[in-house]
């Protein structure tokens, strides 16, 4: 699948140090990226400073309904303790489309140590909430956003891309590769939970080593 080919990618919450990463990575690749974030003026701001930073490519930004509305593929970048609110409020337009949710749940007051949301994982009530109108795939939770904040860095780690419909993994899958990282189908989207999982471990092997670029590889595949 091409990349190219996905239409306007919508990222919610795209003023943050993950989303406006990624969609800086996406821009840069061509593809049509406008930034949400809850009011207008900011998305806004966001999306000029980006197309300055990258010689006036094409981006725009908006409220995220209005980023959610102009969508074909909308990603949600939020933090965990935001979701639910965040999710309510672009509910009416994401039934037929697909929902890339990036959340990781950092639970409690130690962020190192894994703590399963309610619902199983932060995906799986994200699909919960939005019904079985919307197609949810998780992904990119073990990629650090520093690194996503510079487009001129390699990123040494795969993303795990979990969801219940393989068409709607392959457009993740599009979307790494096309922020220079290979996608890796991990099955359904309960698998999630693991994926979520790994994110307070990698932070806890960061401070062990004293390093900020723990990833994760898949090896023995033949891609």
Same mark, same amino acid.
């Given at each position: 699948?091409?990349?190219?080919?996905?239409?306007?990618? $919508?990222?919610?919450?795209?003023?943050?140090?993950?989303?406006?990463?990624?969609?800086?990575?996406?821009?840069?690749?061509?593809?049509?990226?406008?930034?949400? @974030?809850?009011?207008?003026?900011?998305?806004?701001?966001?999306?000029? &400073?980006?197309?300055?930073?990258?010689?006036?490519?094409?981006?725009?930004?908006?409220?995220?309904?209005?980023?959610?509305?102009? $969508?074909?593929?909308?990603?949600?970048? *939020?933090?965990?303790? @935001?979701?639910?609110?965040? !999710?309510?409020?672009?509910?009416? #337009?994401?039934?037929?489309?697909?929902?890339?949710?990036? *959340?990781?749940?950092?639970?409690?007051?130690?962020?190192?140590?894994?703590?399963?949301?309610?619902?199983? @994982?932060?995906?799986? &009530?994200?699909?919960?909430?939005?019904?079985?109108?919307?197609?949810?795939? $998780?992904?990119?939770?073990?990629?650090?956003?520093?690194?996503?904040?510079?487009?001129?860095?390699?990123?040494?780690?795969?993303?795990?891309?979990?969801?219940?419909?393989?068409?709607?993994?392959?457009?993740?899958?599009?979307?790494? &590769?096309?922020?220079?990282?290979?996608?890796?189908? #991990?099955?359904?989207?309960?698998?999630?939970?693991? #994926? &979520?999982?790994?994110?307070?471990? !990698?932070?806890?092997?960061?401070?062990?080593?004293?390093?900020? @670029?723990?990833?994760?590889?898949?090896?023995?595949?033949?891609?």
């Amino acid at each position: 699948m091409n990349a190219q080919d996905l239409g306007t990618i $919508a990222v919610i919450g795209g003023t943050g140090a993950e989303g406006s990463g990624l969609a800086r990575r996406w821009v840069k690749a061509g593809l049509q990226v406008v930034i949400g @974030s809850r009011r207008h003026e900011k998305g806004a701001r966001m999306a000029a &400073e980006l197309s300055a930073e990258l010689n006036g490519a094409p981006i725009t930004g908006t409220d995220n309904l209005s980023a959610a509305q102009q $969508a074909d593929v909308v990603v949600l970048s *939020v933090p965990y303790e @935001s979701q639910q609110t965040i !999710l309510a409020s672009i509910q009416p #337009a994401l039934p037929d489309k697909i929902l890339l949710t990036i *959340v990781a749940p950092l639970l409690g007051k130690k962020k190192g140590r894994y703590t399963p949301p309610a619902g199983g @994982s932060a995906a799986m &009530e994200a699909q919960a909430q939005v019904g079985a109108d919307v197609t949810v795939v $998780a992904a990119f939770q073990n990629v650090g956003a520093h690194h996503l904040q510079d487009d001129q860095h390699d990123i040494d780690c795969d993303v795990l891309v979990c969801g219940n419909k393989r068409a709607a993994r392959e457009v993740a899958v599009a979307l790494a &590769e096309a922020a220079g990282m290979r996608g890796i189908h #991990a099955g359904a989207l309960q698998n999630a939970a693991v #994926a &979520e999982g790994l994110t307070p471990l !990698l932070i806890s092997i960061n401070t062990i080593y004293k390093t900020r @670029s723990a990833g994760i590889r898949i090896t023995g595949l033949a891609l």
